[in-house]
């Protein structure tokens, strides 16, 4: 059975920083894409950033400069480092793991909630 669960979410004041993290059960963590979404109330998912499998990284212009997202494929876990963050940051975060060996595999965790708020 496929899991990916995240963490790390919680409530910050704008400015701070927080570490989500992905980990993945039942699949073979190392050869999938991995990627973070993010959705506020009332809005569409967007892409927030991704790794590849070699460990590229590509993301979202509002991302850029203040996410940094990584994986540890040892620990069969992807992290999003967030810092500066703002009240338009607040929304949930899903982890998202995307393999294609002629057969499409996509998996999404449950999401984990982040609050900016002073």
Not at 16 to 25: I, N, Y
Request: proline residues 3%; contains cysteine.
């Amino acid at each position: 059975q496929v899991q990916l669960v995240e963490s790390g979410g919680g409530l910050v004041q704008p400015g701070g920083s927080l570490r989500l993290s992905c980990t993945a059960t039942g699949i073979i963590f190392s050869i999938y894409v991995i990627h973070w979404y993010r959705q506020a109330p009332g809005k569409q998912r967007e892409l927030v950033a991704t790794v590849t499998s070699g460990g590229s990284t590509n993301y979202a212009d509002f991302a850029k400069g203040r996410f940094t997202i990584s994986r540890d494929n040892a620990k069969n876990t992807a992290y999003l480092q967030m810092n500066a963050l703002k009240p338009e940051d607040t929304a949930v975060y899903y982890c998202n793991a995307v393999h294609w060996d002629g057969n499409d595999y996509k998996y999404w965790g449950q999401g984990t909630q982040v609050t900016v708020s002073s």
